[in-house]
């Protein structure tokens, strides 16, 4: 197995998840190897994405098919694919947040970052997604700020708030 994309230490933390199943179910693991506690992955705490390098080498690790690997990595928001920026904003536009203006804070913070979703200022600051359901429909607009801080009733005002002080914050 070529483990060259993940260290000896992430190794070593696949093996401390996996001890938690019977060895005969240690793909069961797999969300464990990718997500700890359903925070970032393991990988991605050391590369800042998922490449199908390390899924191969989760795949060869559990013992699984590397498509089965990619069906998760593929189905959850909070695993880049790719590299992002600093800061990955993720604006609900399920359709109660649709409602409430979410889609309106996609295009405001589009505008106010001068990049499309989906894509990565050129600074490599922030990187703007769209998200499924993140369960706070009564306070959308909402969004998700590197998959663990949320933003609710999010204003124009609010947003321009969030950018501001988050640029803000990386010069000092």
């Known amino acids: ?11 070593a933390r696949f093996a401390r998840e996996v001890a ?5 179910q240690k793909q069961s693991a797999v969300m464990a190897c990718l997500a700890i506690v359903a925070c970032l992955a393991i990988v991605q705490q050391e590369s800042g994405f998922v490449s199908a390098e390390s899924e191969k080498v989760v795949a060869d690790y559990l013992g699984m ?6 069906e998760v ?8 694919q790719r590299p992002v920026g600093k800061y990955k904003l993720n604006v609900c ?4 947040c649709q409602l409430r203006d979410g889609s309106r804070a996609l295009k405001h913070l589009e505008h106010k970052l001068g990049v499309h979703m989906g894509e990565t200022t050129p600074d490599g600051l922030f ?5 499924e359901c993140l369960g706070a429909c009564a306070d959308s607009p909402v969004l998700l700020v590197n998959d663990r801080t949320m933003c609710s009733f999010m204003t124009d005002d609010k947003l321009d708030q969030l ?3 988050l640029r803000a914050a990386e010069k000092s």
């Open 20 to 24: 938690k199943y019977p060895p005969e």
């Open 65 to 70: 098919a590397p498509i089965a690997v990619r």
């Open 1 to 11: 197995m070529s483990t060259a994309v993940v260290s000896e230490a992430a190794l």
């Open 73 to 80: 990595t593929t189905f959850y928001n909070m695993y880049n």
């Open 163 to 165: 950018v501001d002080g």
């Open 93 to 96: 536009t399920n359709l109660p």
């Open 127 to 131: 990187t703007l997604q769209q998200s």
